[in-house]
C-alpha cells in the first residue's frame, strides 16, 4: 500500500485516470465475473424499476394448479385426462398448443394390465387362435390412454410437446445406445430447417446435448412439433435468458417457445447463420432475432408472476370459461401447483412459473420487442468509459473531497438515469457498471493523490512558516496551498518595522551571553504579540522585527491588526522595562513604523530556496517610518495611508509631512496614540498640537510656538513639540523661500 501511495504522489491526475480508464476497458474486454455478474444485477435494476408492461394479447397459460388436482385427482394424471384438455382447446379454437411438460414414459394403465393378464393365461390354457389375438389387440388400443392423448393430438394438429436435453455426459450415463437413439427418433423433424455455415463454430460457443429425454413414439409422431425446455441461469441463479438453438447430432433444435411459436405463425422457415464466432444469425420468417454466439436471447421481462392470463386446466376441461378466451391463441400448459411446481427464478422475483418465461419469450419475438445490445453499444460503452472518466479529471482537481464526492455522485446518478431512459424508451442494454465504476475509481484515485500530495505539502508549509506564523493561520493557509507558490501576487498589505534604539551601545555593555538572553527575551515578547494578531513574522534583522498583515491570509482589518499589534507591543515593554531595571539590566526602547498599500507577495527566491516575504515601494516606506521616530521623539509612527484605514478606530496625532530619503513626493505621517475612544486630556493634547501644526504650515510662527507651549504644559516632556518650537525660531529668523509647502526633507534614513 505504502508503495501505491508513493507511486500516486508522483504522478498527475491525469494520469491516474488514464489508468483507471485503461484498467476498466481490460476488464471490460476481458469480461471479469464479478464485474459482469453486477451489470446482470444492475440488468435486474432496471426491470424492476421500469415495472409492469403489458403483454401482446397472443399467450394464454392453462396451469395445472391446486383446484385442478383437487378435482382431477393427482399428478400425474392419466392421459385420457390431457386428452380432454387439448379436445376442448381444439373445440375453443387454440390456434396452438405447448405443453411444457414432457410425456417420456408410457401411462401407467391398469386396463391394459389385466388384458396382458388374460393373454398369458389363455397362452398357458392351449389357447392358440388368431382370432383370440386379434380381439386381444384391439382390446389393447381401445384401453390404452396414450392412445387416447396420441388420437386427440392428431386431430388437433397444432400441438407442441416439450422435452430436455441432457447437456453433459454425466447427466446421460445411465442411458443405453438404444436409449439415445429412440430419443434422437422421437425428436427428429423439429430441428431448424436451414443453416448457413459460414465457419466451424467454437464448441464452447452454442451449447451442445449428448442426448435427448423425449416424449414417447406414439406421441412424438403424432405431434405438430417439438421443442426442448432446457433453462442455463446466470452464475446467481436468475433466468436472464433463453437458449433458442441447442446442438445435437450435427444439427439445431429449437426451444419449446420458439416451436410453438412456428406452429402459431404457420410455419415460417427458422434459419441460423453460424460462423467460427457462434451464432451470427437467427431468424424466424421476416424477425430477426438477437442472440449471443450462442444463441440466447435476452428476456425482456414484462413484470412479475401472472403478468400473462392463466386459466384453471380443469375449468378448460369442464367448460366453464369463454371459448373466446382461447380462439386464435397460443396455450401453453404448465405446473404451477405446490409440488409440482416448475419454480424458476427472475429479475422480478425467485418464484416464478417457468411457463411463463416460455410466454414471455414468445410475446418478444412475436412484438419484435426485444432487449437489445447491437455492436455499436460496444463502442458507446467504451466512450462512456473514457469521457466519464477524463471528465472528472479538471473537476476532481479544483475541488474538495466531499464537494468532488457530490460531483462524482451526481454524474454517476446522472449516467445511470440516463441508462435507464435508455433501455425502458427503446429497450438498449448499454452497460451501467463499467461507466460507474469508473467515476468511483477515479474519484478514489484522484482523490487519494490529493491527499498524499496535499499532505505532502501540508508538511512542507508547517516546516516553513511554524516560526512565522500562528497555528491557526498555518492552517487556513493549508486550505489552499496553492496560493504559495513561486512568484508574487499585487496585494493590499500592511507591514510594520520595529527596531531598538540604540541598541549597538547597549551590546557594548553586555556579554554575548547576556545579551543573547536579553534579545531573545525581547523578541519572543514581541513575536507574541504579532502572532496574537495573526501576523505574519516576515524575518528578524538582527534587534529588528518586520510583520506583515493581510497575507498569506486576507485580512481586511490588516491595517487595525498592525496597529493594535503595535500598541500592545508598547504596553508589554514597559513591563519588561520595569522587571529590566529592578533586575539591574539595560532598559531598552523601540520604534514602529506603520504602512499600508500595495506591494508584491509572494515566494521569493530561487527554484531551489525561497522565502514567503513582501517587496515594494510601500514596504520601503514603512522600513524609514520606524526610523523616523527618532526625529519626532515617539514610538509608532504610521503613515498616512494606515492613517486613513484605522482614523476610526484609533486616536492619532498628525506629525508633519515629510520627504523621506529616496522619494519625491512627500506623505503625511502620524503618530498613533491610542484608542479613539481614550481620555480628554489626549483629546486636547492632540488638537492643539494639530492646531500648531496647522499655524506652522501658514508660517504663523509666534501662534504655532503659542501651541506648542500648551501642548508642553499638558505634557511636559513631548519632544515633537519642542522640536517645533525650535524649528519656528529658527524659520522666524530666516523665513522660508516663496511656496513653501511645510514639508520636511528626511537627509538620512
Not at 1 to 18: D, N
Request: negative net charge; charged residues 25%.
Amino acid at each position: 500500500m505504502k508503495r501505491i501511495l508513493k507511486y500516486l504522489a508522483t504522478v498527475s491526475p491525469f494520469k491516474i485516470a488514464v489508468l483507471v480508464v485503461f484498467a476498466i476497458l481490460v476488464s471490460y474486454f476481458l469480461r471479469v465475473p464479478f464485474f459482469e455478474f453486477m451489470e446482470l444485477k444492475a440488468l435486474d435494476l432496471r426491470f424492476l424499476s421500469r415495472g409492469v408492461e403489458p403483454t401482446g394479447g397472443e399467450t394464454v397459460i392453462a396451469t395445472i394448479d391446486e383446484k385442478s388436482i383437487s378435482e382431477l385427482g393427482r399428478w400425474p394424471w392419466r392421459r385420457t385426462v390431457i386428452a380432454a384438455l387439448v379436445d376442448r382447446l381444439h373445440e375453443y379454437g387454440a390456434k396452438a398448443v405447448g405443453f411444457d411438460i414432457v410425456f417420456a414414459e408410457p401411462d401407467d394403465n391398469s386396463g391394459l394390465a389385466e388384458i396382458a393378464g388374460i393373454s398369458n393365461e389363455l397362452e398357458k390354457m392351449g389357447f392358440q387362435d388368431s382370432r383370440i389375438d386379434e380381439i386381444l389387440e384391439n382390446r389393447k388400443r381401445n384401453a390404452s390412454t396414450d392412445s387416447v392423448l396420441a388420437q386427440s393430438i392428431g386431430n388437433a394438429g397444432n400441438v407442441t410437446l416439450g422435452y430436455f436435453f441432457y447437456t453433459s455426459g454425466e447427466e446421460a450415463a445411465h442411458l443405453s445406445d438404444k436409449d439415445i437413439e429412440i430419443g434422437a427418433e422421437n425428436i427428429a423433424g423439429s430441428q431448424y430447417q436451414a443453416i448457413r455455415l459460414l465457419g466451424e463454430p467454437d464448441a464452447s460457443f452454442i451449447p451442445r446435448a449428448y442426448a435427448a429425454a423425449a416424449n414417447i413414439g406414439p406421441l412424438a409422431e403424432t405431434a405438430e412439433n417439438a421443442g426442448y425446455f432446457n433453462a442455463f441461469p446466470d452464475v446467481d441463479g436468475t433466468n436472464r435468458w433463453s437458449p433458442l438453438a441447442i446442438a445435437f447430432r450435427d444439427q439445431l433444435y429449437p426451444s419449446l417457445a420458439l416451436a410453438a411459436l412456428m406452429v402459431y405463425a404457420d410455419w415460417p422457415l427458422l434459419a441460423a447463420t453460424i460462423s467460427e464466432l457462434g451464432i451470427e444469425e437467427l431468424v424466424l420468417g421476416d424477425t430477426l432475432i438477437p442472440t449471443d454466439e450462442g444463441g440466447r436471447m435476452l428476456i425482456n421481462y414484462r413484470g412479475p408472476a401472472g403478468t400473462f392470463p392463466f386459466y384453471s386446466v380443469t375449468d378448460i376441461i369442464h367448460g366453464r370459461l369463454d371459448p373466446a378466451l382461447f380462439e386464435n391463441k397460443i396455450v401453453l400448459v404448465g405446473a404451477t401447483a405446490t409440488g409440482i411446481y416448475d419454480l424458476r427464478v427472475t429479475p422480478f422475483s425467485p418464484v416464478y412459473p417457468g411457463v411463463e418465461i416460455h410466454a414471455t419469450v414468445i410475446d418478444n419475438i412475436l412484438h419484435k420487442d426485444f432487449i437489445k445490445r447491437p455492436g455499436w453499444t460496444a463502442i458507446f460503452d467504451i466512450l462512456a468509459v473514457i469521457i466519464l472518466g477524463f471528465v472528472l479529471v479538471p473537476v476532481l482537481s479544483r475541488f474538495r473531497a466531499v464537494t468532488g464526492l457530490l460531483f462524482a455522485l451526481i454524474l454517476a446518478l446522472a449516467y445511470i438515469v440516463f441508462n435507464r431512459f435508455v433501455f425502458a424508451g427503446w429497450n438498449f442494454w448499454l452497460n451501467m457498471v463499467y461507466p460507474v465504476l469508473t467515476i468511483l475509481f477515479v474519484y478514489v484515485g484522484i482523490t487519494i493523490y490529493k491527499y498524499v500530495t496535499e499532505e505532502r505539502e501540508k508538511k512542507k508549509i508547517r516546516g516553513a512558516f511554524q516560526y512565522y506564523l500562528t497555528a491557526s493561520v498555518i492552517n487556513e493557509m493549508l486550505k489552499n496551498p496553492s496560493k504559495l507558490k513561486l512568484g508574487g501576487d499585487k496585494k493590499d498589505l500592511t507591514v510594520l518595522f520595529s527596531d531598538i534604539r540604540g541598541f549597538t551601545t547597549v551590546s557594548e555593555k553586555l556579554t554575548p551571553e547576556e545579551l543573547v538572553k536579553l534579545l531573545n527575551e525581547y523578541l519572543t515578547a514581541m513575536t507574541d504579540k504579532v502572532f496574537q494578531y495573526d501576523g505574519l513574522l516576515d524575518k528578524y534583522m538582527g534587534d529588528a522585527i518586520m510583520a506583515v498583515y493581510g497575507a498569506p491570509l486576507d485580512q481586511p482589518d490588516h491595517a487595525i491588526r498592525a496597529c493594535r499589534t503595535a500598541l500592545d507591543m508598547m504596553k508589554e515593554l514597559k513591563n519588561l522595562q520595569v522587571k529590566w531595571s529592578r533586575e539591574g539590566r539595560p532598559v531598552l526602547n523601540i520604534g514602529i513604523g506603520i504602512n499600508s498599500g500595495d506591494m508584491v507577495v509572494g515566494n521569493m527566491g530561487s527554484q531551489m530556496r525561497f522565502d514567503y516575504t513582501v517587496m515594494g515601494d510601500s514596504v520601503n516606506l514603512g522600513s524609514r517610518l520606524e526610523g523616523i521616530n527618532k526625529e519626532y521623539g515617539t514610538n509608532i509612527v504610521i503613515s498616512e495611508f494606515t492613517y486613513e484605514a484605522v482614523k476610526e478606530v484609533f486616536l492619532c496625532r498628525e506629525l508633519d509631512a515629510v520627504r523621506v530619503k529616496g522619494k519625491i513626493l512627500p506623505v503625511k505621517i502620524f503618530e498613533l496614540r491610542g484608542p479613539r475612544n481614550g481620555d480628554g486630556t489626549e483629546i486636547e493634547f492632540v488638537r492643539i498640537f494639530e492646531e500648531g501644526l496647522s499655524n506652522y504650515r501658514q508660517c504663523l510662527w509666534d501662534d504655532a510656538v503659542a501651541c506648542f507651549r500648551k501642548v508642553l504644559e499638558i505634557k511636559s516632556d513631548d519632544y515633537a513639540s519642542e522640536m517645533y518650537i525650535k524649528r519656528c525660531e529658527e524659520l522666524r529668523t530666516a523665513p522660508p523661500e516663496s511656496g513653501w509647502d511645510g514639508v520636511f526633507t528626511m537627509t538620512k534614513k
